[in-house]
């Protein structure tokens, strides 16, 4: 069985950073990994993604803010947030996209930017 295990998420100043970590365990061979968010009363939205090639995509507003990197050799996806907004405010989610075609949710972790 497999599952996503999310950590880092916490309380910070607007202008403050936070390291996001999400450990896939089981038998799996992870594809695409990424990390969504969802505001309240907001739909889920993409923040960045990573291909098994090292390939990054990530929301505009996060551009040059926050960086996505991964292990492959530990299934982990790391997501680095730097200058947060209140607006960065959000449950945030990761996201596997195993090599047969199965897609895993990590529970989510809160993300608050506040003074």
């Known amino acids: 069985q497999v599952q996503l295990v999310e950590s880092g998420g916490g309380l910070v100043q607007p202008g403050g950073s936070l390291r996001l970590s999400c450990a896939a365990s089981g038998n799996i061979i992870a594809g695409t990994m990424g990390w969504y968010r969802q505001a309240p009363g907001k739909q889920r939205e993409l923040v960045a993604v990573i291909t098994r090639g090292y390939s990054t995509t990530y929301e505009d507003s996060v551009k040059g803010r926050f960086t996505i990197s991964r292990d492959s050799t530990k299934n982990t996806v790391y997501l680095q947030m730097n200058s947060l907004k209140p607006e960065d405010t959000a449950v945030y989610y990761c996201?596997?996209?195993?090599?047969?075609?199965?897609?895993?949710w990590g529970q989510g972790t809160q993300v608050t930017a506040s003074s």
């Open positions: 996201r596997l996209d195993s090599s047969w075609g199965v897609t895993y």
